[in-house]
C-alpha cells in the first residue's frame, strides 16, 4: 500500500505566510491604509447632501457638458478641475445626486490617500504618513467639514497640494533632485491653481517657495541642473499667468472688496473657527511646535533643509499670505485658511507622534515593539478622538442636509417642463442652485451680502427679496425701506433695515396700528381704520423719497393723512413725516416703533439722548447695531419703554416728524433703488416659486397670490407656486 506524505514545501510556505501576517508591522500599516480609506468613504457617504454648493457645481459642470446655463452666470472664472470631473461622472451617472454624492466620496478618499502621499513622501516614512492622514481627518474637523458644507474645489486643490508635497519630498532625497518627481510636483501645483483660486494661491506660493529653497540649497548643483531643476515650476507659472491675469484676477476683485465678507468671515472667525474644536488647536500648536523644534535641528545641526523644513515653508507660506491679507483688509472667507493651514500641521503632528511612540517602544518588550508602536498610536486616534469627531460631522452635514432631496429634484424636473425657454423661478439660495443646477435656467434667490461675489449677485438678491419679502422696497444703500403687507393692494406697515458692515439687517417696523391721533385722552382714529392709496416714489440723486396717503371719515368729516419717508446715502439717516391734512380737531398724534424681536432684534440696551432714544441690539459681526431716534420740532417727544416699543408723541401740531439715524459702519450696498415686484416679476421673467414651509409661508404666498400666482402641489417640504396665467399681469397685484 501507498501512502503519501505532505508536502514540505507547502506546510513551510504556509507557517511563511502566516508569520509574515502576524509578525509583520508593515503588512498591517497597509492594512490599517486600506482599512481607513474605507472608513474615510463610509464617514463622508453616510450623511445625505443638502447643501445648496453642491447643486451650484452641478450647475458649472453643465458647461462642460455641451448643456445650458444661466445667462448671468460667468462661468469663465470658475476653476476648471472640478466642473471637468462632475462632468465626466454626469456622463455616465444619470441621477444627479448620486452623481454629487459620488464626487463627494471620491475626494474624500483622494484627500485622504494624498495626505498619506504627502507624509510619506517628506518624511520617507509610511507609518508618518498614515498619522498625519489620521490627524487631519479624525483629530481636527476641517477636513471632513468640507464635505459637509459642499467645499468641493479647495478639497480638490488640497489633494493636488498634498501630491505636489509628496513629489517634491520624494525629490528632496535624491542628491540631484530626481526630475520626474519635480515634474509631478510642478503639475501637481498647476492642478492645484485650476481647482480653487484661493487655495490655487497658495499652492503656486508654498510650492514654489519649497522648489526654489531645495534647489539652492544643495551643493553640487551645477548652474544648469539648477536650471533644469527649475524648469517645471517655471512652466507651470508661464501657463498659468494668462489664465489668472486675464480672467481669476480681473473677475474677483468685487469679492476680494466686499465688506460684507471682511465683516462678518474676517480674521476674527478665523480664531474662533480654529478654537471651536480642542484637537484643532492641540494640531495647530503641537503641529507649529514640532516643525519650528525640528526644522531648526535640521538647518543647525544638519545644515541643509530637511522634511521639517518643507513643513516649514508650507505652513510658513500660508501664514505669510495670511497676514498680508489681515494687513491688506482682503474682503475674503478667512477661515477658509484653516484648511491649507492644518494640511502642513497634521503631518508634523503626525511625525512627532511617530517619533514619540517609536522612543517609547524602547521600554515595551515585545518583538519589534519599534515597528508596532506608531499602529498603536493610530489606534488611539480612532478609539479615543475619531467618534468625537466624526460625530461633530454628522451634525454639521444634517444642518446642511435637504430634506427629501430626491424628490425635490423630481418637483424641479416637472416644474422644468411647464417653464418657457427663458422663464425662471423665484426661491431660497438653496433650491435655487439645485435648480439651476439641474435645469441650467435661472433662478432668483437672495444670498447675504457676504457670500455674493459680483454686482449681478447682489442686485439678483435685491430683487429676490423684494419679491418674497417685500410688497414693495425702497434703499438708499444704507437704509432699506421694507414694506411687508398689503390692504386694497396698496403696499403698508414698512419695515426698517440698516446696513450694519455690509449686511442689510432689520430693525424696525411701523403699523398702520400704532399710528394713532388722540382727542381727550383717547384714539378716536388709528392709520389702520384708514383706506391707503397708491405710493408716490421719487428717486433725485442720493435721495430716495416714499409717499403714501390714507383717507377716511371716521366721525363723518373727511380726513387725510400723509406718511412719508425720505433718505438719502450722503445724511446716513431715514426721516418719516406724517401731516394731518384736514380740518378734524385733536390733541395729540402717536406712532408706536417697534423693534423686530421676532427676528431676535430686542434692543439689549435703551437711553436717553438729545431729544430721542438710542437703541443698542444684539451683536453682529461683532459689533452691535445702533439706532437713534429723534423728534424733530420742540411739539414732538421721543420714550421708549423696557421693551424696546419707542413711542413718538406731538402735541399742538399737524405735523410730526422723526429721523432714524446711524454710525456709517461700511460703503453703500446699493445705488438708490425703488424694487416693485411687480416689475421685478417681468423683468427677470419669474413664472413659478419654490416656497420653504416654514413660518414666513403664508406671507410670502399672499404676496405672491397679489402678483397673480397660486399654490399648486407640494415637493417634500417646499410649495410649488404658479402664474394663474402665464405672461399676464396679475390679479390684485402691487400698486405703488
Known sequence: MNYSLPSRKASLSSVNLASYVSRRPEFWLNVTVVAMTLLVAFVVARPAIGS????????????????????????????????????????????????MSVTKVLLAVGLF??????????????????????????ATDRMLELFAFGGLPQAMSLIFIAIAMGAIGRASRSSTLSLHYWIIGAAAIWFAAMSHAGTGTLAVLAGSATMGLLVISRTGLTRREQVIRLAPIGVCLVLLAPYWLLIIIPENQEYLANTASLSYRGPWAFWWRLSSHNWNVVAAAGG???????????????????????????????WAFFGFSVLTSVGTDYP???????????????????????????????????????????AVILVLIAPGTAAAFGREAQFHQFADLKTKVSAIEALDGTLSADGSIVTTPRMGKWFEGITGKSALFAMPNRYAFRAVEFKRSLAAD????????????????????????????????????????????????????????EAFVALQDLEPHKLETVIDGDLVYVEG?????????????????????????????????????????????????????????????????????????????????????????????????????????????????????????????????????????????????????AQRLARLEALGFEAANYAGDYLVVVQREPGLPGVGQVEP
Open 52 to 99: 445648496g454648493d453642491y447643486g451650484q457645481w452641478l450647475m458649472t459642470s453643465r458647461y462642460y457638458s455641451d448643456l445650458s446655463v444661466p445667462d448671468y452666470r460667468e462661468l469663465s472664472a470658475v476653476p476648471p478641475v472640478l466642473p471637468l470631473l462632475v462632468s465626466f461622472l454626469s456622463r455616465l451617472i444619470a441621477d444627479p445626486v448620486m452623481v
Open 288 to 318: 507649529t511646535a514640532a516643525i519650528l523644534l525640528g526644522a531648526g535641528r535640521e538647518l543647525l545641526s544638519h545644515g541643509r533643509p530637511g522634511p521639517f523644513t518643507i513643513l516649514l515653508t508650507w505652513a510658513g507660506t500660508v
Open 466 to 521: 423684494a419679491i418674497l419679502r417685500s410688497t414693495f422696497s425702497a434703499s438708499d444703500g444704507q437704509f432699506f425701506l421694507r414694506y411687508t403687507s398689503l390692504k386694497d393692494g396698496v403696499p403698508i406697515s414698512p419695515w426698517i433695515a440698516i446696513n450694519h458692515y455690509g449686511e442689510y439687517v432689520d430693525l424696525l417696523a411701523l403699523s398702520p396700528a400704532g399710528f394713532e391721533v388722540v382727542r381727550d385722552g
Open 336 to 378: 477658509r485658511f484653516l484648511y491649507p493651514l492644518l494640511q502642513p500641521l497634521a503631518l508634523a503632528v503626525g511625525a512627532a507622534i511617530v517619533a514619540g511612540a517609536r522612543y517609547a517602544s524602547r521600554w515595551v518588550i515585545i518583538e519589534d515593539s519599534k515597528g508596532w508602536s506608531p499602529l498603536a498610536a493610530v
Open 113 to 138: 490617500l494624498a495626505t498619506y502621499w504627502a507624509g510619506t513622501g517628506i518624511f520617507s516614512d509610511k507609518a508618518t504618513g498614515l498619522l498625519g492622514a489620521a490627524v487631519t481627518f479624525f
Open 549 to 697: 396717503n390714507y383717507t377716511g371719515a371716521p366721525e363723518g368729516a373727511p380726513l387725510l393723512i400723509s406718511q412719508q419717508a425720505a433718505m438719502s446715502e450722503s445724511s446716513n439717516s431715514i426721516t418719516f413725516t406724517y401731516q394731518i391734512l384736514s380740518d378734524a380737531q385733536f390733541d395729540e398724534i402717536h406712532i408706536k416703533i417697534n423693534a423686530l424681536g421676532m427676528l431676535g432684534r430686542t434692543p439689549t440696551a435703551i437711553s436717553k439722548v438729545d431729544d430721542g432714544v438710542e437703541l443698542a441690539f444684539p451683536d453682529m459681526a461683532r459689533n452691535q447695531p445702533r439706532l437713534r431716534i429723534v423728534g424733530t420740532g420742540n411739539h414732538t417727544q421721543v420714550v421708549a419703554d423696557d421693551d424696546g416699543v419707542v413711542e413718538v408723541v406731538s402735541r399742538g401740531s399737524r405735523t410730526v416728524q422723526f429721523e432714524v439715524a446711524f454710525d456709517r459702519s461700511a460703503p453703500s450696498i446699493n445705488d438708490p433703488v425703488v424694487l416693485n415686484p411687480r416689475d421685478l416679476v417681468n423683468e427677470y421673467r419669474i413664472e413659478a416659486a419654490l416656497l420653504a414651509d416654514d413660518g414666513t409661508l
